[in-house]
C-alpha cells in the first residue's frame, strides 16, 4: 500500500533537503563559524527556516495523498552486510515534521534574544542544529534501526544542552540523571527491536505495522510491544521513570520549551504513534500502557500542586499530558493522542517561553518570588501564559479543549468507566495546578509586595521583539488550531469523524467544561481572591503535601536502589579493587614493611599472588571446560 | 619394574623433595644449596631419558651459572636468616589452592590418554642437535639473540643505581 | 632465499643497530628524533611495498603471505605515528631517548616477526622478545614514584602468561607432534578432543591473551597504561594490539572445528568486556580510563574471533585496524593536552573545545568510534563482528555485548562531557598545536569518518587478508 518513491521525486528531495540543512549548519558551525556568534545564529536560524519550509511544503503537498510514500536505499556496508537507509513519508511523520520544524525555528529566534550575551552562544545554536537534525530524521525514519540511532542521537544532544550550563547549576547531576533513566528504558527499546527482529525478521516500520506482525507469535508481540514501550516510558518520562524530566529543567529555558516539552519527549509518544498499529495486535500490552498512561497522569498532577518552581510545575504537567496521550492511544484512538500531541506542543512551548521571559527578566523561577517582584506587569508574557494556561486546563475554544475532548470521548468508550474517571479527575487537577500558578503571579498578597525601587531588572526590558514575536506566533496557534480537529482527522485518518471517537455522549464535553472550571475556580478560591491565604488545600495536610513535593518518594526508592544496587554493589567493588588492592595495598606494603623498595612492595603486597592465582585458576577451569 | 624405572622414581621423589625443602628454608644459602641438588636430579633424569646434551646444559647453565649468581648476591647482600619465612602461611594457601588445581588437570589430561603412549628415545648427540638447531630455527636462535640485548640494556638501566645514590657514595 | 619477502624486518632490525650505536654516541634529542622518524617512515614505505609478497622463509617456519603483510603495514603506520608523537618526549630522560627509541624498534621487529611466524618456537620467542622490550620501556619513564613495582606486576605477569603459554605449546607437540602451524592445522581436529591438546591449546592462546589483555590477564593492563610514558602507552593499546589480534586469528583458525573452543572464548569475551566497562565507569585517570577501554575492546574483538567464519575472522581484522586508528586518535589528544609528559585525569580535559577545537574534534569522533556511533569507523568494526556473530547464532553473546555499548557510552561521554561542556580553569592558555599537528588530526578525522562512509575497500583487504587462513 505505499509507493516506493526515487531521488529525483520532489517529496523526497524536499525531505532529504530539510533534514540535511541543520547537519550542514552544526558542522559549519564547528568547523568554523563558532567565533562568530551571529554568523553561527544565522546559519542555524537558516537551516531551521530551509527545514520549516521543507516541511510546510511537504504537508500541503501531501494533504490529500492517497497512500504513504517511502523513499530507501540501502547503505552498502559490504557486499554481505546492507543498511537500509530511508524515509517514509506518511500523515504522522508529516505531521510531526512540521511540528518540530515550527517549534524548533520559533525557540531559535526566540533565543537570539534569550541567549544573547551568553559565551556559549555559537555553541549553543550547533548544538540546537545537532538536535533538529536529528530529531526531524527521527521523525522520517522508515525503518526502526534507523530510528533507534536518531533516537540515541537526540538523546545526546539532549545530555548537551541540559549540561549547557555545566558552571551555573548543578546540572550535572541533572545530566547524568536524564541519561541514566532514559538509557534504562533504551535498554529496553533496543531488546524489543531484538525480539521484534528476531521474531518478524524485519525492522521496517510499514511492514512491522503491517504484514510482518501478522506473521508473528502474539506472545512475542506482547513481549516486544513491552519492551519497545519501556523506550518509551524512558523517553517521555512515564511512570516508573518520571523523575528525570522536572530535573532536567536545570537547562536554558529555550531548551526546556523545545526539547523537554515539545518535541523531544514527545518522541515517545511519537513512537507509539508511528507503531500504533503494531501495538493494537496486544491488547494486553495496550492494557499496561493505558495503566502507565494513568498513573504518571496522575502521579506528576498532583506533584505539580505543590511545586513553586515554576518551570517544574510545566515539566510535571508535561509528563501528565503526556500521560494523556498515552491513555488516548492506549484507548485505541490514534487521532486523539496525536491531536493532543499537536496542540500541546504549541500550548506548552508557549507556556515555557513565557517562562523564560519571566525568569530572564526576574532572575528567579519561584513563583513568589516572581510575584513580589511584580512579575505580572510583564505584560504579553503573562497573557500569553494565561492563554497557555487555560489551552492546559482545558478551556473552550483554546487548543486544549478540543483535543482533550477527544481523548476523553476516546475513553468513555471503553468499557471500564475507571479509565474516563481518572481523566475527569486529571481534568480537575490539570486546572487548579495551572491557575494556582496563574493566580499566584497575578494577584500577589500586597504585603510581600517588593518597593519599586527593585532591582535594574523589571517591566522595563520584558520580551524583545524576537522574543515577542515567537510567543505571539505560539499564541495564534493556541487559539486556532483547535478548529483544525476535522481536517486534522481526515488527514490522519482519512475519516473527519476520528475527532469524537467512541460512542456520542452530549454530557462528555460539559463535564470536561466543568470540572476545568471547577479546578480553576477552587484555585480562584485558594490563590486568587482578595482574602486568600494563598495556601492550596493540600499545603494544609502536610504529609500529603510531602509525599507530592518528594515525588511520592519515587527518586528516594531509586536512591537507595541504586545506591544498593550500583554504587555499593559494583561500582563501589570495581573503585576498591581499584583503590584498596592496588594503591592502598601497595601503601600499605611500602609503608609498613620495607619502605626503600617498591619492587619488594609488589610482591610482598600478597596481591599479585592471588591475581595469578585467578590467572592460573582461570586458565585450568576453561581448560577443563573445553574438554567437558 | 624395571632397572631404568627404579632409578626414574627415585629421582623423581629425590627432586620433589630438595624443592620442597628450597622452598621452606629460611637459610637462603640452604635453599640455594638444595635447589642446586634438584638441578642435578632433573638433569640426571634428562640423561636417562636420551639427552646428554641437556643434561650437561641443565648442569652448566642452572646448577652451575645460575645457582652460583644466586649464591654471590645472597652473600653480596648478606642477608641474614630472615625471622620470617621467606613463603609466608598466608601464601600457602593460594599455592595449595593452585596445587589442587593443578593436580586435577593433572589426572583429567592422563585419564584422557588411552593406553600407553611410548616416548622414542632420541638420542641427541651435541652435533646433529646443533646442525639441527641452526638449520630449522635459525630465525628463533636470532630472536633469542636480541631478547639477550633487551634483556642486557634492561638489567643495565634497571640496576643503575640513580645519580643522587652515586653522589653520595662518591662523597 | 626470497630475501625481498623479510626487507620490512631488515629495515627495522637496521634501526636497531644504528640506534644501538646512537645510544652510546653524544646525547642529542632531535637527531635521535629525526632518525627515527626517517627510519620509521622508511618502514611503512618499505612495507607497503613488500605488501602483495608470498614466500616461505627460514625453512618454512615463517610465512609471507597477504594476512601477515596487512599487519605488517599496519604495524609499521603505528610505529610511525607513534614516532611522531615523540616529537615532546619529555617523559624520558633525555640521556636514554636511543635506548627508547631502541626499544620500541625491536618490540615491533618482534610484532612483525610474529604475524609471520607459523612454527610455535618462532612465534614464542617473538611474543618474548616484544613484551622484554616492553617491560625495560615501562621503567624509562623518569619521576615515576614505584615505576619498579610496576615494571615487577607487569612482568610477573607477563612471565606467567608465557609459563602457561610454554606449557600449552608443550602439550600440543605432545599430543600433535608438530610444531608448524599447517601442519596441525591437519592434525589437530583428529586430536582436539583428548584432554591434553585441548586444554594445550588454550594454554597456547594465553600469552596473546596476555597481550590482548583480556580476562583473565589483564591485570597488568591499567598499571602499566598509566605508568608508561604517554607515547609507549600509546604504543602498547595500538600495534602490540593489532599483533596479538593477528596471532589470536591465526591460532584460533587452527582449532577451527572445535565448538567447545568457541564456548570457552565467548565465557572470555563476556567476561573480559563486562570487567573492562565496569571498571572504566569508576576510573578518574584518562590512560587507566582507556586501559580498561581497551580490555572491553579485546572482548569485542572475541567476539569476531571465536565466531570462527571467514566473515569472523574479517571482522577482527578490520577492527584491528579500526581500533588501532581510534585509539590513537584519543592517545594523541593525551599526549598533546598533557604537554609535559605527566597523567591526564578526565578533569583536565576541561574545556578542550576552546583550548583546541580541532583535537576536541577529533577526540570526540575518535569516542564516538570506539563506542560504535555510526558513521565512524567504529560502528562499522563493531557491525561486521557482531552480524558475524548473529550468523553463527550468537544472539545472546551480541546482545550482552551491546548492552555492555551503551554502558560503554557513559563513560565516553563523560570525557566528552568534560572536553565540550566545561570550561576551562582560569588562565589555561589555548595548546600550542602545530600545523603538523593539525595535518595529523585531520587525517585521523577523515579516515575514522570516511572509511565509516564508504569502509567497502577496507572490508575487501581484511576479507582477503583473513580468507589467507583458510
Redesign the interface.
Known sequence: MTTTATLSDPNVATTLAACAAPLLAFAAI??GA?RFARLSAGLSIGAVTVSLAGAVFLLAANWHAEAPQVFSASW??????RIPVGVLLDPISLLMMTVVAVICFLVQIYSLGYMAGDPGFS?YYGFMSLFAWAMLSLTLSSSLFQLY?FW?LVG?SS??LI??W??KFSA?QA?KKA??MT?AG??AF??GL?VLL?GAGTLDVTAVNGPAAARMNPSLITLSALLIFGGIVGKSAQFPLLTWLPDAMEGPTPVSALLHSATMVAAGVFLFARLFPFFRQSPAAMGVFLVIGTVSMLLSSTMAMVSRDIKQVWAYSTISQLGFMIMGLAAGSFFAGVFHLTTHAGFKALLFLCSGVVIHALDTNDMFEIARKKGRRLKLAMICMTLAAAALAGIPPLSGFFSKESILAALAALDNPIWLAAALLGVLLTAYYAFRLIFIILFPRPELVQPESGRGHGSGHGAGTAMGSALVVLAAATLALGFAAAPLARFLSGDPAAAHPGPHLPWLPYAGIGLAAGGLLLAWFEFGRPAADQKGFVERVPALAALFANRWYIDVFYARLISRLVDRG??WL??K??QRV?DAG?DAA?KHIIRS???L???QS?M????????????????????? | MTIYSAIFYLLAALIIATTALAITRRNLVHAVVYLVISFFGSALLFFLLGAPFLAALEVIIYAGAIMVLFLFIVMMLRIEESKRRIFPL??WI?AA??CV??L??LA?ILS?IEGDMRLETAVAVPAAFSMWIFRHGWLAVEIASLILLVALIGALHIGRRPAAADKKEAQ | MNWMAFTPELTYVAMAAVFLGLSMAREDHRRDFHTALVFSAVGVGVSLASAGVTADLFAESYRVDLFSQVFKVLLACGFFLVVVLCNELSGVKRRLHPEFYLLLTTSTLALMLLVSSVHLLTIYVSLELSSYSLYVLVYLRKNR??????V??YF??GA??SA?MVFGIALLYGSTRTMYAVEMARVLPSVISQ?AA??G???TL?GFFFKLAV???H?WA??VYEGAVNQLTTYIATASKAAAIALLVRLTALGDS?A??A??LV??SIVTMTVGN??A???KDLK?LLAYSSVAHAGYVLIGILSMNP?GYAGAVFYSAALVTLKFTCFMVLVKVAADGANITVDELAGL?KRS?ILA?ALMLSLFGLCG??PTIGF?GK??VF?AAVEKGY?TLV?IA??NV?IS??YY?LVL?AA????PKAGLPPLPVSAGDRLLAGTLIVLIVGIGFY??PV??IA?SAAAVLL
Open positions: 564547528f568547523l563558532r552498502l556496508v559490504s557486499d554481505a552486510v555553541r540511532v540515541e545526546l545530555y548537551l549540561g549547557f555545566y558552571e550535572s545530566g541519561f541514566v538509557r533504551d535498554v533496543m531488546l531484538f528476531v559494583l561500582a570495581c573503585a579493587t581499584d592496588i601497595l611500602s623498595s617498591g619492587v612492595s609488589a610482591l600478597g599479585i599472588q592471588h591475581r595469578l592465582l585467578v590467572l592460573f585458576a582461570v586458565v585450568v577451569m576453561l581448560g577443563l571446560y573445553f574438554i567437558a | 598466608s601464601q593460594p589452592v593452585l588445581i593443578y586435577g588437570m583429567v584422557g | 614514584p614505584r615505576r619498579e613495582s610496576t615487577v606486576h610477573l605477569i606467567s602468561a602457561v584432554p585441548a586444554i591449546f588454550v594454554m594465553a580476562f583473565p590477564f591485570f591499567p598499571e572445535s567447545a573452543l564456548q570457552v565465557v572470555l565496569v571498571s565507569i569508576v576510573q587507566r566473515a573545545h577545537p574534534l556511533i555510526p562499522i557491525l561486521l552480524t544472539f546482545l551491546m548492552i551503551v557510552l557513559y561521554l562531557k565540550y561542556l566545561t570550561e569502509p567497502d572490508i575487501q576479507r
